[in-house]
């Protein structure tokens, strides 16, 4: 099944919960927070407080994307926020098994995120321990920014890896996802599609979730034909 993850990176932070509230009115099911710590990535987003407030205005589950350094100190406090799944980079991650069981142990999804330059085997022994994996088709840090093209071929490796080994994991994509690259990513197996620039900054975020969705189901239904 395809999903769409407006990221509230884009959107405007004054009206940050009506922002989301018509993304979600547009076909969204999932909204992306983008947490940054200035170190792992040099930018600054929000903490718990802010992702506590937006969880009082929609019930769809909140993606939380950490790139932070010591994601462990600050995975119960987003957990006790609202969020309902939590990646982490391999790359800021030394003990990334016990990273991931510690997301789990909050009762949250636990998720792994490769930046554009590492490999796709890096993850072979925490496959089996994650609800999603998260392939970033730009360098994180900034919305905005122009699709990786090799992102495609690390999205399909992982599709033929989770049917060779009978796993479930759900396969997702983060940066640069817009109405021109949107068909390509939906046609190598990525199901869960992060937006930001695409949802926020081209007038309604209402219109353009219902749009960039109908452009990625179409594509997704020409792929099982
Ligand atoms: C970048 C973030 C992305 C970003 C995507 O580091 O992880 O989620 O908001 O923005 P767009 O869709 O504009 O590339
Ligand atoms: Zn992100």
């Not at 600050?74 to 969020?83: K, L, R, T, Y």
């Not at 022994?125 to 919305?143: A, D, I, R």
């Amino acid at each position: 099944m395809i999903e769409l993850a407006p990221s509230i990176l884009s959107a405007d932070f004054a009206r940050l919960g009506e922002d989301a509230q018509a993304a979600v009115e547009g076909g969204a099911t999932v909204l992306h927070v983008d947490i940054m710590d200035g170190h792992f990535v040099p930018n600054l987003t929000i903490g718990p407080p802010v992702v506590a407030s937006l969880r009082k205005v929609t019930q769809v589950p909140f993606d939380c994307h950490l790139m932070i350094e010591r994601a462990d100190k600050f995975i119960p406090a987003f957990a006790e926020a609202g969020v309902n799944w939590i990646s982490v980079h391999q790359e800021a991650c030394v003990h990334l098994d016990r990273t991931l069981r510690l997301i789990a142990s909050h009762g949250c999804k636990a998720g792994v995120v490769v930046n554009p330059a590492t490999p796709v085997h890096t993850l072979d022994e925490v496959l089996p321990l994650v609800h999603h994996v998260l392939v970033m088709s730009v360098n994180p840090g900034f919305g905005g920014q122009t699709f990786i093209h090799s992102a495609l071929k690390k999205i399909e490796s992982l599709s033929q890896i989770r049917r060779a080994r009978g796993l479930n994991f759900r396969i997702e994509v983060d940066g640069g996802v817009h109405y021109e690259t949107v068909a390509d990513i939906v046609r190598a197996g990525a199901e869960i599609l992060v937006a930001g620039s695409a949802i926020f900054e081209h007038g309604s975020p209402r219109e353009s979730a219902c749009k960039l969705l109908r452009s990625a189901r179409a594509a997704a239904n020409e792929r099982l034909l």
